[in-house]
Each structure stands twice: as C-alpha cells, then as structure tokens.
C-alpha cells in the first residue's frame, strides 16, 4: 500500500492538501493523523503544523496505465460500424430550353404595356412662418463655476490620557513577581501600560492596566485580558501548593462588561418568565458565567446553569415548576437573538 504524508495549519487542511496532491478522493484513501499541530502562544507564537498520511487503498492501487487500457479496449469493442446510407434516387432535372426558343417567348409577348396614370402636380411646399421675435430663445448664459472646496482638515484625535506611574512592588513578594511579570510581556507586546498591583481582603490579586487606550490588551469580548489573566495566574502558581487568583483589568473593562452581562440575565430573564421556555445564552468563559449566576441567584421563579464543554459552554436560564409563563409561548431563544 502506498502512502503520502501531507502537512498544514490544520487536520483539515493537511488532508485537502494530500487529496489535491494524489488526485483522489476521501474515500479513496485511509487517513493516519501524525501531529495534530499547535497555534501557539496567542497563535504568533510556538505554533506547529498539522502531520497526517494518507494510504492509498488496495482497491485503487490498481495502475492508471492498466485501467485507461482496459476502459479503451471496452470503449472500441463496444463500438459498432456506423451503418451504410441508403442510395437515394438522384432527383431528375428538367431539360432546359434553347435559347432560340426562349428568344421567340419572348417576342410573343406584347411589347406596349399601359402606361400609368400621369401622377399629379406636386404641391408647393409650406413655408412655414418665422416665430415672432418674443419665442426666439436667447443663448442661455453660461452657469458661474462653483468654487472648489477646501481640502477636509484630518481629524485630529484626541489626546490620551497619560498613564498614573505605578508604585514599584518588591520583587521578592507576589505583587511583585506580577508586576514584573506584566511589564515585561506588555513591553515585548510593544504596549507601553502603567501595571498597578494591589491584594483584596480575600488574598487575591487584583491588576489594572493604564495606558491602552487603543484596547491591544483587551481584544475582541476581552479574549486577549483573559488570556493575558491565565499565563499570570500560571507563572504566579507554578509549583506552589497554595493557589492565589489573579484579575487583570484595563481602562475598566470588567466593570462595563459586569453591567452589560447583569442587564443580560435580567433582560432574558423576564423572557423566560413571560414564554415560559428556557433561554440558552452565547458562550461564555467560566468568569462571565460566574457573574450571570450571580445576577440571578436571588430572582424569583428563575434558575440557571451551564450546559456544553469549555470552550463552548454556555448558561441556561429555566422557570421554576411554580412559575406561570405570562403570555403565549415562543420558540427558544437563539445566541443570534442576545445582541
């Protein structure tokens, strides 16, 4: 059995590739992944390709030579002769006459013929009146040209913030080791930030980033904070048995997304209170599922949880038994609806 191996960013594409490469199709061949590959740190960095093989099945490691062979052996015998045309009488012309005979036809015929009926005198043209000198239409006068618009000014933007310079903690402690930790990562990220470090009543560390006033560290629906958020609490835990929480914030992102999400629950709660049908929400990381939990722990008739694996999980909202849906029922509530 012969086999190819073919790589790519994905599974997915490594096969393509492979298919596009023997000339076959999917189920043509057996495929073995090699290396599932990598993205990396934040897909830029560390990332690996996808390895798979693709064995070519022994019903189709017949040769091409072999079968074109073969299908053109089949193609000649089944071929018939094409079958002999029938002769057709040839159509008899009529003789043509002579020329002398024609001649004389043609003197039989009468030679005056009536002439036509004498047309009559054409009329005199109309002359058609001069307009009165009050129609004559004047030669317009030319429109005055518009004077050209002054070049738009760019808009300028508005000026940041600066940044307030954040205290120095001490290396040898944990705030130190986060904050050390942080300006160096945002320094090769090339976002200059101040990294302000503090600890809460329950021990855990809270950080807030000033500076990104272009939202670099923040990332679309704060993918990137929380990614940021999770190597920190990694390199601040590593082989300690004590775990310590850390939060990472910047230019006040998690209080604006807190009361986004809290408006959120309360809004798809009443919906589930007056169809009376559960409500699925959008995917969610663990930290936004915790604050629609709690939005809705104390509202009254309402229940809520998570349902799917990371990282598509998402929360549920249902109506207690006891609950009556006010109004007529809906269909359930899609991710599209939540916006």
């Known amino acids: 059995m012969s086999s190819y191996e073919s790589t790519g960013k994905t599974v997915q594409e490594a096969i393509s590739e492979g298919l596009n490469k023997l000339g076959l199709s999917i189920g043509e061949v057996q495929v073995d992944i090699l290396d599932e590959g990598s993205k990396g740190l934040f897909g830029l960095f560390g990332s690996k390709m996808a390895r798979v093989r693709l064995t070519i099945k022994e019903d189709e490691t017949r040769d091409t030579a072999s079968i074109f062979a073969d299908s053109l052996s089949s193609y000649d015998a089944g071929r018939s002769a094409p079958a002999p045309r029938e002769s057709r009488p040839a159509r008899s012309k009529p003789a043509r006459k002579p020329k002398a005979e024609t001649a004389t036809e043609a003197q039989a015929e009468p030679a005056a013929q009536p002439q036509a009926a004498p047309r009559e005198e054409a009329k005199p043209a109309r002359q058609r009146?001069?307009?009165p000198?009050?129609?004559?239409?004047?030669?317009?006068?030319?429109?005055?040209?518009?004077?050209?618009?002054?070049?738009?000014?760019?808009?300028?933007?508005?000026?940041a913030v600066p940044a307030t310079p954040?205290?120095?903690?001490?290396?040898?402690?944990?705030?130190?080791?986060?904050?050390?930790?942080?300006?160096e990562l945002t320094t090769?990220?090339?976002?200059?930030?101040?990294?302000?470090?503090l600890t809460?009543?329950?021990?855990?560390?809270?950080?807030?980033?000033?500076?990104?006033?272009?939202?670099?560290?923040?990332?679309?629906?704060?993918?990137?904070?929380?990614?940021?958020?999770?190597?920190?609490?990694?390199?601040?835990?590593?082989?300690?048995?004590?775990?310590?929480?850390v939060t990472l914030d910047s230019e006040g992102y998690r209080a604006k997304r807190e009361d986004a999400l809290v408006r959120l629950a309360n809004r798809m709660a009443n919906r589930a209170l007056r169809t009376g049908r559960r409500v699925s929400l959008e995917p969610m990381n663990p930290y936004e599922r915790r604050v629609l939990h709690s939005a809705l722990q104390d509202h009254e008739g309402i229940a809520t949880h998570s349902e799917g694996e990371e990282p598509n999980r998402y929360v549920v909202i249902t109506i207690n038994h006891d609950a009556k849906p006010q109004g007529q029922e809906a269909d359930e509530v899609s991710a599209d609806e939540q916006g």
């Open 166 to 183: 954040a205290e120095q903690k001490d290396p040898a402690t944990l705030e130190g080791q986060v904050q050390s930790f942080l300006q």
């Open 200 to 245: 809460d009543e329950e021990g855990n560390i809270r950080v807030t980033m000033e500076g990104d006033a272009q939202g670099i560290l923040i990332g679309r629906r704060g993918e990137t904070l929380d990614a940021l958020q999770y190597l920190t609490g990694l390199y601040l835990n590593r082989g300690k048995d004590d775990y310590t929480r």
């Open 188 to 197: 090769l990220m090339r976002v200059p930030v101040s990294v302000h470090v």
């Open 133 to 159: 000198a009050a129609q004559v239409q004047e030669p317009k006068a030319p429109k005055a040209e518009r004077a050209p618009k002054p070049p738009r000014k760019p808009r300028e933007k508005a000026p």
């Open 129 to 131: 009146a001069p307009k």
